[in-house]
């Protein structure tokens, strides 16, 4: 029977005949082969009796190349490692001819390994932060399941546009420059293929409403897209969202659900992938070398996850953390690249993380935002200028969350929506949700992307995605 590499390394079965397929990392003094099938970052060290073996088989053994292998499982004799394999059989399955390959057993750069996406996947890096972000998606589905959530399926191609807001991209069957055209010159796109204008969603959440109205507790996880042309190392183009939809939470429900589901779904990865993130600890700390003192992070990544689960999230106003801006140093210095000038000034990036990274010193979650800045369904305070928003942020990413209660009072969200110019027969399904039993509802959107990013300490977005989306790049 085949074993894996994660379980020969963990096992007692020394001195018994073992099996093994995988990939060869490293080979040298025409003796040792680093062997990795991907179950786990480490690699297992096989001992090749070069007097018997074939030395054309020996010639093929090359970084890369696929193998099989049939030895002994026996105390390893270096140090480094427990158990290695004494190889009695080594078959080569698929030769890799060492000149060409691009994934030497050097460090490469980052930039490198992302023009070859579909090799990067075989180096320790990219292994240990894809087997992260498979972790995570499942510690995602495992909260849900198990605070009793539905999963809900939203619809990718959408007719309506949720933030009211463009930075979409189109679906449509039309070839351009052929594409029929009413009397009035504009495309005709009752002829299309769904018989109206639609788009690519960029948020499962209005439908999601609609479903949380009926089932209680849903959330949707699956793809996005926005159009919008920053070129950002937090932004992409296709990037995969959570969004927990929860009938009767009001705002505070919300920011609990928020703060415990980030938790939980750290601690389930602090867990069950140490090594992977002992592996992108290092990593980090050695990055961390080559930059100025005062960029560097004071604390190892596993202890950043921990400060994560073991501490409260601040909660803060948008009118408090207004005024921490206005009044704080690098605003008075004229540092930010946008001043905080008067109240309702929508927040930055750099705003977002110096109340983190400076001031706070933890996350924190930001509420009751200015109507102004926030979408339309969000609900309005007595105040009648901010809106129960929420927005979760944290320390090297800024934002990572974006939730609000929503506004259930049919005639407040009617007049909003005048206000704004949104057309209310488009959206007449979800103006159904205020008319039949309506009710306080809440519930938030986290890029799932972004949260991979935090937990494995990479810091461009394009690095926590096996194949990225970005303007100006489709390829793969
Ligand atoms: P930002 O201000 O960072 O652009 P946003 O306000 O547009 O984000 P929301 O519309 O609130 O974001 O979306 C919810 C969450 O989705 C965000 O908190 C973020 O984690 C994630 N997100 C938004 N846009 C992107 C993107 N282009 N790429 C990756 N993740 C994204
Ligand atoms: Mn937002």
């Given at each position: 029977m085949r074993s894996t590499v994660s379980e020969l390394l963990s096992s007692d079965k020394i001195l018994q005949e073992v099996y093994l397929k995988g990939w060869v990392r490293t080979f040298r003094s025409n003796r040792f082969i680093a062997v990795n099938?991907?179950?786990?970052i480490n690699n297992i060290q096989c001992v090749v009796d070069f007097e018997n073996t074939d030395e054309a088989i020996l010639k093929r053994i090359s970084t890369g190349a696929a193998v099989a292998i049939t030895g002994t499982l026996i105390e390893s004799q270096g140090k480094g490692q427990k158990v290695e394999i004494a190889v009695t059989k080594l078959e080569i399955l698929g030769d890799s001819n060492a000149d060409e390959y691009p994934i030497q057993p050097k460090k490469h750069s980052l930039e490198f390994l992302r023009e070859n996406a579909h090799l990067r996947i075989r180096t320790n890096t990219f292994s240990a932060v894809m087997r992260l972000r498979s972790a995570l998606s499942f510690a995602v589905h495992k909260y849900f399941n198990e605070n009793g959530f539905y999963n809900f399926h939203a619809p990718l191609v959408t007719g309506s546009d949720a933030e009211g807001a463009g930075e979409m991209f189109k679906v449509t069957t039309f070839e351009a420059n052929k594409a029929p055209l009413k009397e009035d010159g504009s495309i005709d796109y009752s002829k299309d293929f769904f018989g109206k204008e639609t788009n690519l969603t960029v948020s499962g959440q209005l439908e999601a409403e609609t479903y949380a109205m009926a089932l209680g507790k849903v959330y949707t996880f699956g793809p996005t897209f926005r159009a919008e042309n920053s070129n950002t190392t937090r932004h992409l183009a296709e990037f995969w969202m959570i969004e927990p939809e929860v009938a009767f939470n009001d705002l505070d429900d919300n920011m609990d659900l928020g703060e415990d589901f980030i938790k939980s779904v750290i601690s389930y990865v602090l867990e069950h992938c140490k090594d992977d993130l002992k592996f992108l600890e290092d990593r980090l700390l050695q990055e961390e070398k080559s930059k100025p003192q005062a960029q560097r992070s004071d604390m190892p990544l596993r202890e950043k996850l921990q400060f994560i689960t073991e501490n409260n999230f601040k909660r803060v106003s948008y009118t408090e953390a207004y005024e921490i801006l206005r009044n704080c140093k690098p605003n008075k210095k004229k540092k930010f690249q946008f001043p905080i000038t008067e109240w309702g000034v929508d927040l930055q990036s750099e705003h977002e993380r110096f109340l983190v990274e400076k001031h706070f010193k933890c996350p924190v979650i930001l509420f009751d935002y200015p109507a102004t800045i926030k979408a339309f369904y969000m609900r309005l305070n007595e105040d009648g200028k901010t809106v129960r928003a929420m927005d979760i942020l944290f320390p090297g990413i800024g934002e990572i969350v974006g939730g609000s209660q929503r506004e259930e009072r049919l005639d407040v969200l009617l007049e909003k929506m005048k206000a704004l110019d949104i057309d209310e027969k488009e959206l007449w399904w979800y103006l159904d949700t205020r008319k039949f039993g309506t009710a306080v509802h809440s519930g938030f959107g986290l890029g799932f992307e972004r949260l991979v990013l935090f937990v494995t300490g990479m810091s461009n977005i394009r690095d926590v995605i096996p194949f990225p989306r970005t303007p100006q790049n489709a390829d793969f």
């Open positions: 099938d991907g179950s786990t």
